[in-house]
Nanobody, 121 residues
């Protein structure tokens, strides 16, 4: 049984940066696409970014394009989300997931427990 563990969340001022990490254990996730999703207070969880198994393809929700970068290091079984120029509306719990390369969360089989990101104005 595989496990995903996120880290790197915290409190940051608007305009600042954070890098989230998601490390897999228990199985190799290099055969899966990896995605980041987020859930803001009172809202449904939404797709944020995804990356293919080989690092060759990435997808982003329009609201984070040009500010967030997803990457992965298969040797370390880790996926990253570099978040720059953060805005208060980026405040959410961020989840990583492993599955099929798509924006639809139903296509992801494994999920982390989430890490809180809070952006103050």
């Amino acid at each position: 049984q595989g496990q995903l563990v996120e880290s790197g969340g915290g409190l940051v001022q608007a305009g600042g940066s954070l890098r989230l990490s998601c490390t897999a254990s228990g199985r190799t996730f290099s055969s899966y696409a990896m995605g980041w999703f987020r859930q803001a207070p009172g809202k449904e969880r939404e797709f944020t970014a995804a990356i293919s198994r080989s690092n060759s393809t990435t997808y982003y929700v329009d609201s984070v394009k040009g500010r967030f970068t997803i990457s992965r290091d298969n040797a370390k079984n880790t996926v990253y989300l570099q978040m720059n120029s953060l805005k208060p509306e980026d405040t959410a719990v961020y989840y990583c997931a492993a599955g099929t390369l798509t924006w639809h969360e139903g296509s992801y089989n494994y999920w982390g427990q989430g890490t809180q990101v809070t952006v103050s104005s």
